[in-house]
């Protein structure tokens, strides 16, 4: 059986009242596309409390940078 990884391009507009857009988003999808990493690379603090934010199991999937 095949496999299938469901998401969108981003986060940030997952908007439910309490509830950071990445926890939000994770609820309702495996996967997503970072985008914003085609702009600018994000430090290393930040990308571990994207992983710390979903589930063990949520991939996701970088843009290389432009450069």
Known sequence: MKEYLIGAGGWA????????PLVAYSKAFNFVEVNSTFYQIPPMREVERWR?????????AVRAHRA
Request: aromatic share 24%; glycine share 0%.
């Open 52 to 60: 710390n934010l979903v589930p063990p199991d949520f991939q996701f």
């Open 13 to 20: 507009y997952f908007k439910i009242p309490r509830l950071h």
